[in-house]
């Protein structure tokens, strides 16, 4: 039962325990970060698995030499890539009955109906702007598929998405990540990308309200 909840322990928090892991299973640990991506943006059942800080993470590791940051980048945006064109494709086949189950401990309602309002709102962008916004990037292509987007027009938005979430927050952790101020307020700065990602939905919610107020 402990090896269990170590084991849960470290997937939770693979962020903090990148170097050690590393370490140890050497060229393995591409494969353990591709299958934490995957499952975070692939399983509906997985948002509260660690994203963005174990992008940045894993680019400020590289930058030290511990990682490739080639392999790194084209392994995770692959990974992004498949794992929300899972959750599009299990979406397409649930349908519209998700929106009928009970809050769980595994089933994040709230947050599924919270990203349907911004699908509906702001259509295929939502795709690439949910990727920097924890728990909602895991139901927005689940909420596409089960709006019958067009695969095409989904993986335009999706391949985007993936490039500048992965990429844009590795690059950021390589040059960035082992500065004494931003590793000491880490957990700031990644409440802050988030807040700066709403913005702009919030932007365009305010005026359409204005403007159906008006109307």
């Avoid at 299958?35 to 800080?53: H, K, M, R, W």
């Avoid at 980048?73 to 397409?92: E, P």
């Avoid at 728990?135 to 987007?149: D, H, K, N, Q, S």
């Avoid at 590793?183 to 709403?198: P, Q, Y």
Wanted: glycine share 8%; proline share 3%; net charge positive.
């Amino acid at each position: 039962m402990q090896l269990v909840l170590d084991l849960i322990h470290y997937v939770l928090h693979l962020d903090r325990h990148l170097p050690e892991l590393a370490a140890q299973y050497g060229a393995w640990i591409y494969a353990m970060l591709f299958a934490i991506i995957f499952a975070e943006t692939g399983l509906v059942v997985t948002p509260f698995l660690p994203g963005d800080s174990l992008l940045f993470v894993a680019g400020a590791f590289a930058a030290l030499g511990g990682l490739d940051v080639h392999y790194l980048c084209a392994a995770l945006f692959v990974a992004a890539v498949i794992g929300n064109t899972s959750n599009y494709w299990i979406g397409r086949w649930i349908g519209p009955r998700a929106f009928h189950w009970e809050q769980s401990r595994w089933f994040n309602r709230r947050a599924l109906l919270e990203t349907h309002a911004f699908y509906e709102q702001y259509g295929g962008v939502t795709l690439t702007v949910a990727r920097f916004m924890p728990f909602v990037r895991t139901f927005a292509p689940f909420v596409a598929g089960i709006g019958t987007m067009s695969h095409l027009k989904f993986q335009l938005w999706n391949v985007l998405g993936a490039f500048l979430w992965v990429v844009g927050f590795i690059v950021a952790g390589y040059f960035f990540g082992n500065v004494d101020i931003v590793k000491r307020n880490l957990g700031s700065i990644m409440l802050a990308v988030v807040v700066i990602s709403v913005i702009p939905l919030m932007i365009g919610f305010v005026r359409s309200w204005r403007a159906n107020r008006q109307a």
